[in-house]
């Protein structure tokens, strides 16, 4: 079985039509067709050429999908033709058919629609991960997330929330504060009205720091985190550069890691699903936790979708449909 695909890779700055053979697949691999592509600011990256898929992963641009199971690799175990399903990828995700490691791969929540499902994979990996894996955070430690109205950081508001960790947010203006706020954010701040120093200090400062915009906010994450505080780096929206202070480092005892997702390996990605399954899916059937679909767009509308997100016009996630091949 070879399967015809259509995707878009990064071509001089913007996404460009392909068409591809998928082979049959192999082993523990299923192919999915797909219904909805998750839009992530790594694809922004992507397009402008600072963030290469990882060795072995495909050049199509897109890091999540849902859709449902077409055939099964020889060794697939829990996956069967005809279930619907989401998988986090490592490049892949803007086509209408994708292979991909079962591992990756887990069916859809009880009651989820597909395109809800291609809006939970990558912003639930990512805030379990650094949560969890890469933070450790603690029973009542005190969390920060900065882009608070972002897919990642309203995932991770919720799973917060749920574990009783008090959470703050900055956010770029009143209605996505509001947003937060009703989310569950115990607190938040716009940053079009200066630095969030002072108030996440009088707030009670952060234990744990999730950080996608790293630059100048890095300094002040120093200045706001706790004794023993984690900085997790998860992107550079505010630039590459910053200044950190050795002597706060020092004193605090603060750890400042970055962080990606894309890269880990495979048996990582496989846990981190799992772990999803376990403890966020039920979550999420019982309405513990929320899906953040912000808008579909038709596939058609790739160039407006990703504007809409480089424009920071967003509160959760959006996602890219494809043609129905009922």
């Avoid at 219904?35 to 050429?49: C, E, F, I, K, W």
């Avoid at 984690?230 to 706060?248: F, H, N, Q, T």
Wanted: with cysteine; glycine share 10%; aromatic share 6%.
């Amino acid at each position: 079985m070879t399967v015809t695909a259509v995707g878009y890779l990064a071509h001089e700055g913007a996404p460009k039509r392909h068409e591809f053979s998928l082979p049959k697949p192999s082993h523990d691999e299923v192919i999915i067709q797909v219904a909805y592509s998750g839009v992530n600011r790594a694809d922004l990256a992507q397009l402008a050429g600072h963030y290469p898929p990882p060795p072995g992963a495909s050049e199509v641009l897109g890091l999540e999908v849902s859709g449902t199971v077409i055939a099964v690799g020889p060794t697939v175990s829990r996956l069967r033709v005809g279930d619907e399903v989401c998988a986090l990828l490592s490049g892949g995700g803007y086509a209408d058919h994708v292979l991909v490691s079962e591992q990756q791969v887990a069916v859809l929540p009880t009651g989820m629609s597909l395109a809800e499902g291609a809006a939970i994979c990558e912003a639930y990996a990512t805030a379990w991960f650094n949560l969890y894996d890469v933070a450790a955070i603690q029973p009542d430690e005190r969390l920060l997330l900065h882009a608070g109205a972002s897919s990642v950081a309203l995932a991770a508001t919720q799973l917060a929330v749920n574990a009783g960790n008090p959470v703050f947010v900055t956010v770029g203006d009143d209605d996505k504060l509001a947003y937060c706020i009703a989310q569950g954010a115990d607190a938040g701040w716009n940053r079009r009205q200066g630095s969030f120093v002072d108030a996440v200090k009088a707030w009670g400062g952060a234990d744990v720091i999730i950080d996608p915009v790293a630059g100048d906010y890095l300094g002040q994450d120093q200045i706001v985190a706790n004794q023993d505080g984690r900085i997790v780096v998860l992107g550079l929206m505010g630039g590459r550069k910053a200044e950190i202070d050795g002597g706060r480092l020092l004193m605090k005892r603060l750890r400042i890691q970055g962080s990606t997702l894309r890269n880990q390996p495979l048996a990582v990605k496989g846990r981190i699903m799992r772990a999803l399954e376990q403890n966020v899916w039920p979550l999420l059937a019982r309405g513990k936790c929320q899906v953040h679909l912000d808008q579909v767009h038709s596939i058609d509308a790739l160039t407006d979708a990703l504007t809409q997100m480089q424009e920071n016009h967003t509160k959760g996630k959006l996602v890219l449909a494809w043609p129905s091949k009922d």
